[in-house]
C-alpha cells in the first residue's frame, strides 16, 4: 500500500509542532494539519505574548505542579526535560532567560520568537504544513490508516498523531475536534472544563476596584479547614471578580461546587501579627488626630483602604488614637487574611488551559500510543493533564509532543524495516 506519509499530525501547536519536527528529524515523512494558516496560534498569546517556554525545575517539582494525572508524565518527562526544552530553543537561535519562579521566557519576551523557531525547526527537517481542517480518523481493523479532511480529501498514513488542544481561546482553533477524533476511535473522553481562569466573586467591592493589582500578596485557598493552595505572587482586581497569575493557579484546584471553597489575601504576608500591629501604632503615633478612613494610606493603595476600612466595623470617622486594642486586633487580622467568596469559575473559553480529555488509561505513557488503536498518538493539552501556571503547562505539551514524535518514528521506521525484510524473502 502506498501512503501520503509515514506519520500525519493533526494540530499545529506547541505540542503537534514539536512532535511533526522530531518524528522527521528521525526520518519519517510528516504531514501536518491544522485549520489556521498559521502554525502556533494559541503559543502567540500565552504568557500575555511573552511566551512562558517551560519552568526551569526538576522532576519532582514539575510532577508537584501538575494536578492531574502526573505519574503519567514520568516517561515524558524524562525523555525532554525542562532542560532540553530550553537548550533547544538555545539551538534553534532563541535566547532565554530564567525569571522569579523558575519561569524561562525569550530574552526578546516575543512569543513569536518561539512560534517562528519551531516552524523554522519543521521546516529544516522536511515537514509539510497543510492548512486543512481534519473531520474524521480512518481506521480498518483497530488500526489507524490516515484521516478523511473537510476538503472531501482523504489522507493515508502509517500513523496520526491527534494533537489538537482542548477547548480554551476558540479562537485560536481549540475548537474540540480532537475529544470528537478520540471518541470515534473507541477512547474515553472525560468532560472538558476551565483550569487556570479568572474567578468570578460575590463582593461587589471587587468591581469597584477593577483595575487594580496588588503584587507580593499572598493567595490561599481552602476547602473547608484544608489549605489547598496557598502562593505568594500578583493578582488583579476585575469588574467579575479576581485575576492574574495567584488567581489563575488557585482555580486549578477548584473543582464542582463552587460554595465549598474560601479565598483569603494576606495584603502584608512580610508581617507577621505582632509587627503589623506595631507598624500600625508606629504609623498612627505619627498621625494621632487623623479619621481611620485617611490613616492607612502608608500600608495599603489609595483605592483599597476605603474596602478595608468598610470591612473593618470601625467608623471611618474615628479619630485612630481612639482605635481600641481589640479593634486593632481584628483589623491586622483583616489585612492577614481579606476573605472572597467564590461564585464561579469564568467559562471554560477564557482558561488558559483546559480540563479533562482523553483518559490517560487508555494510553501508553512510554510512547503516548493508544491501547485502542494501533498507530495513533496523543499529545499536549488533548490528554487529561494540566498544571499550575508557571510554564508547567507548555512543558507538558512539549514533553508529550516530543515522545509520541520519536515514538511513531520509531515504530514508523521498525514496519519499513519489517517490509523490505518480507520483500526480500
Not at 169 to 180: A, C, E, K, V
Not at 317 to 327: D, G, L, M, P
Not at 360 to 368: D, F, G, L, N, R
Request: a positive charge; charged letters at 25%.
Amino acid at each position: 500500500m502506498g501512503y501520503d506519509c509515514d506519520l500525519l499530525v493533526v494540530g499545529a501547536g506547541a505540542a503537534g509542532t514539536m512532535a511533526a519536527g522530531q518524528a522527521a528529524r528521525r526520518g519519517a515523512s510528516v504531514l501536518l494539519f491544522d485549520k489556521n494558516a498559521r502554525i502556533g496560534r494559541k503559543l502567540m498569546i500565552t504568557g500575555k505574548g511573552r511566551c512562558n517556554v517551560t519552568n526551569n525545575c526538576g522532576r519532582d517539582r514539575f510532577l508537584e505542579a501538575v494536578r492531574r494525572n502526573p505519574r503519567f508524565l514520568y516517561s515524558a518527562f524524562d525523555a525532554f526535560p525542562p532542560q532540553e526544552v530550553m537548550r533547544f530553543f538555545e539551538e534553534q537561535g532563541v535566547p532565554l532567560k530564567t525569571e522569579r519562579g523558575a519561569r524561562v521566557f525569550p530574552v526578546s519576551d516575543r512569543a513569536v520568537d518561539i512560534v517562528d523557531a519551531l516552524r523554522r525547526f519543521d521546516d529544516a527537517n522536511g515537514v509539510r504544513f497543510r492548512q486543512n481542517r481534519v473531520l474524521s480518523l480512518l481506521t480498518r481493523e483497530g488500526v489507524v490508516t490516515g484521516v478523511s479532511t473537510a476538503d472531501g480529501g482523504r489522507f493515508s498514513a502509517r500513523a496520526v498523531l491527534l494533537a489538537t488542544g482542548g477547548l480554551s481561546y476558540p479562537l485560536t482553533g481549540s475548537t474540540g475536534d480532537g475529544y470528537r477524533l478520540a471518541e470515534s476511535a473507541g477512547h474515553t473522553v472525560l468532560p472538558a472544563a476551565a483550569s487556570l481562569t479568572a474567578l468570578i466573586t460575590e463582593e461587589p467591592w471587587c468591581g469597584e476596584l477593577m483595575g487594580l493589582s496588588l503584587k507580593n500578596v499572598t493567595l490561599t485557598l481552602k476547602k473547608g479547614k484544608k489549605v489547598l493552595f496557598s502562593e505568594l505572587g500578583e493578582l488583579m482586581f476585575t469588574h467579575f471578580g479576581i485575576s492574574g497569575p495567584l488567581v489563575l493557579s488557585a482555580s486549578s484546584y477548584i473543582d464542582g461546587d463552587c460554595s465549598d471553597y474560601a479565598l483569603f489575601i494576606d495584603l502584608k504576608p512580610g508581617l507577621d501579627p505582632g509587627r503589623l500591629d506595631a507598624r500600625l501604632l508606629r504609623d498612627w503615633d505619627e498621625m494621632k488626630n487623623r479619621a481611620f478612613i485617611n490613616s492607612l494610606d502608608r500600608l495599603l493603595p489609595r483605592a483599597l483602604a476605603p474596602v478595608v476600612v468598610s470591612l473593618s466595623g470601625i467608623d471611618a470617622k474615628t479619630q485612630v488614637n481612639a482605635v481600641t486594642r481589640e479593634q486593632r486586633a481584628s483589623l491586622a487580622a483583616l489585612l492577614k487574611a481579606l476573605p472572597l467568596t467564590v461564585r464561579s469559575l469564568r467559562p471554560v473559553e477564557e482558561a488558559v488551559v483546559t480540563r479533562g480529555g482523553v483518559k490517560t488509561s487508555e494510553v501508553s505513557p512510554k510512547t503516548m500510543e493508544s491501547k485502542l488503536v494501533k498507530g495513533l498518538y496523543f499529545a499536549g493539552e488533548l490528554l487529561d493533564l494540566d498544571a499550575v501556571t508557571g510554564g508547567f503547562n507548555l512543558q507538558i505539551a512539549f514533553s508529550t509532543g516530543y515522545l509520541a514524535g520519536i515514538s511513531a518514528a520509531g515504530a514508523i521506521l521498525e514496519m519499513q524495516n519489517q517490509g523490505n525484510e518480507e520483500h526480500r524473502g
